[in-house]
């Protein structure tokens, strides 16, 4: 079963529906016990990183999440539950995050003529070859919307860069851990590639 995080902060129903048009069983968890039940868990995220952590840290979820990726099992997080998976945020001050890939998130920093948040379709270039990224084709574009962007500290660890004024990491993947910066439930049939991969992903790299 694939579970997504319930923590308040997170469009649980389009990334719900994306897996059930996919054929996949996916269940919302409510609470941090029902990870127990989950073979793969769903990160998702919109909104503040500070308040996301609050959300996070008041429902109980933290210890749990870390405990959960320590286990080896696969988590995925999208858009700001990409962001989330890092060390630290700097929205509105310095904020912890889950610490489950080294680095922090930083404001974007386009040149003059784009605007920020960066909403809409982009690219990516992808770095290595990833179970998760199997199966795409090159210069297909997914929907972005953020106004923040990750910085890995080990290169390593990029999946995908886009380029929106200037580079930014696109993608993740740390051990049984990855992220991307877009929303593969809105990004059409690569996104669902990307969500079927994770479905039968066993963490490997």
């Keep these: 079963m694939i579970g997504i995080v319930d923590y308040g902060a997170g469009n649980l129903a389009s990334v719900r529906s994306a897996f059930a048009r996919l054929g996949h069983e996916a269940s919302v968890l409510p609470s941090p016990e029902s990870l127990h039940d989950a073979a793969r868990v769903v990160l998702p995220g919109v909104g503040s990183f500070r308040r996301a952590m609050a959300m996070l840290a008041q ?4 210890t749990p999440l870390r405990d959960y990726a320590a286990g080896g099992r696969p988590l995925l997080g999208i ?7 890092f060390d630290r945020g700097e929205e509105h001050g310095t904020t912890e995050g889950l610490g489950l890939v080294h680095g922090h998130v930083q404001a974007l920093q386009p040149q003059p003529g784009f605007k920020v948040p960066h ?6 270039d992808v770095t290595r070859p990833h179970p998760l990224v199997a199966g ?6 997914f ?4 106004s923040f962007a990750c910085v890995p500290a080990d290169d390593r660890d990029v ?3 886009s380029d929106y004024g200037g580079p930014f990491v696109s993608g993740v993947a740390h051990q049984n851990v990855a992220g991307f910066q ?13 969500l079927d991969n994770f479905a039968g992903w066993d963490g490997g790299c």
């Excluded at 929303?183 to 990307?194: A, D, N, V």
């Design 59 to 62: 429902g109980g979820w933290i």
């Design 79 to 85: 858009c700001l539950g990409m962001q989330l998976l």
């Design 119 to 124: 909403v809409g379709w982009n690219s990516l």
């Design 136 to 141: 795409l084709k090159p210069h297909v574009d």
């Design 143 to 146: 929907y972005f919307v953020h």
């Design 159 to 161: 999946l995908a860069r």
């Design 182 to 194: 877009f929303h593969p439930e809105k990004s059409q049939p690569m996104g669902l590639t990307i």
